[in-house]
């Protein structure tokens, strides 16, 4: 019992001592069991919002007002197909099935991030998704690569790659829609009045909030908290919306040289939990159309099973 101990409290100095040189933990590496349930949690959630994020943009696809828009879009779109792959697969290699997965998606014990639940209204909505959405994602992203968990980390490099196009690919598109006819630029204004908050809450609770960040700091899975790549996100964001001749539509945003950032105002942390719980605009739609898209695959997942299993038996044979 006592060596049993000693074996344990030898594994746990090593991992710390891994952390501690900033060296990266593989699958398999030893790790606390608390760990793997931590990051089995935040990488499946990743993979999640990736996959149902595909839906308010798709959503536009055929209504995309021209080839090159239409042909940019789709590309967009699977793009993040491939970033839920990655993504699941980095999953995977903590010991959890894709099965398992899904199925904690489907019946809602997983989540996946808030923004997803809101419509898409207008062409605009595309443009400020990408800046916006895509935008705050990076933030985010950009320290994941550096995550203690390799398999993750190496995922996160080129999904950051690809999402950093898709920012510009929006940001592009608002900015056309700005510089357009009035009606155009009112569009362009409204979908920027709807997902600059709803963007804002995508880093999570504030600190004194938020129950896992702690934790995540101490094994280096998140490098930063969900405050400091808010208050950058914005640092960063509302010289981008005055350039293209757009209002940020909080009146509490203000430039404060003391700490260098602006100061804005209150997240709206009712609508925050109130989406997060379930309850969001367009929770139960996305979740159904989620169940039956993956119920219609039934066939094609068979196929492809049948097939693998045919080639392991000619390998074996
Ligand atoms: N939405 O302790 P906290 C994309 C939950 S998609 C929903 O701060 P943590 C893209 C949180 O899970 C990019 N739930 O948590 C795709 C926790 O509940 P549980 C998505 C949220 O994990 C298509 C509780 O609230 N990016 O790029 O330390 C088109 C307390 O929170 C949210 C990622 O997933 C939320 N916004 O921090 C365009 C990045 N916020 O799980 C773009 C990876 C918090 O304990 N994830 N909750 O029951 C993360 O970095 C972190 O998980 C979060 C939250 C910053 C999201």
Redesign the pocket.
């Known amino acids: 019992m006592n060596s049993l101990k000693l074996d344990e409290n030898q594994l746990i100095e090593n991992f710390e001592a891994k952390l501690a040189k900033n060296e990266m933990i593989e699958p398999k590496d030893w790790m606390p069991a608390q760990y793997r349930k931590h990051l089995i949690?935040?990488i499946s959630?990743?993979a999640h919002?990736?996959i149902i994020?595909?839906q308010p943009?798709g959503n536009w696809i055929t209504r995309a007002p021209s080839m090159r828009r239409k042909m940019v879009l789709l590309a967009k779109v699977q793009d993040?197909a491939g970033?839920g792959l990655y993504l699941y697969s980095a999953a995977e290699s903590m010991g959890i099935s894709r099965e398992e997965m899904l199925e904690q998606l489907h019946t809602g014990e997983a989540?996946?991030?808030?923004?997803?639940n809101y419509p898409t209204l207008t062409w605009a909505d595309m443009g400020a998704?990408g800046w916006l959405?895509?935008g705050a994602?990076i933030m985010?992203?950009v320290m994941?690569q550096r995550t203690s968990y390799g398999p993750y980390a190496r995922a996160m490099v080129r999904i950051c790659k690809e999402?950093s196009f898709?920012q510009r690919q929006g940001y592009e598109i608002m900015n056309v829609l700005a510089s357009g006819s009035p009606e155009q630029k009112e569009m362009a204004q409204d979908a920027l009045n709807r997902w600059w908050w709803p963007s804002l809450?995508?880093?999570?609770?504030r600190d004194e909030e938020?129950?896992?960040?702690a934790q995540?700091i101490k094994w280096k899975i998140?490098r930063e908290t969900?405050d400091q790549l808010r208050q950058r996100f914005v640092n960063q964001t509302v010289s981008q919306v005055e350039k293209i001749g757009l209002v940020v539509p909080d009146k509490a945003i203000k430039w404060n040289e003391a700490k260098k950032g602006y100061d804005f105002g209150e997240i709206n942390w009712d609508e925050?939990w109130t989406?997060?719980k379930g309850n969001g605009p367009c929770n139960k739609l996305r979740i159904a159309n989620k169940i039956k898209s993956h119920d219609e695959g039934a066939w094609v997942r068979e196929a492809a099973n049948a097939h693998a299993e045919k080639n392991n038996k000619t390998k074996a044979a």
């Open positions: 949690r935040q959630q990743h919002s990736e994020g595909m943009e993040e970033h989540k996946y991030s808030s923004i997803f998704i959405v895509d994602a985010n992203q994941l999402e898709h809450m995508m880093f999570g609770p938020s129950p896992n960040s995540a998140k969900n925050f989406v997060v």
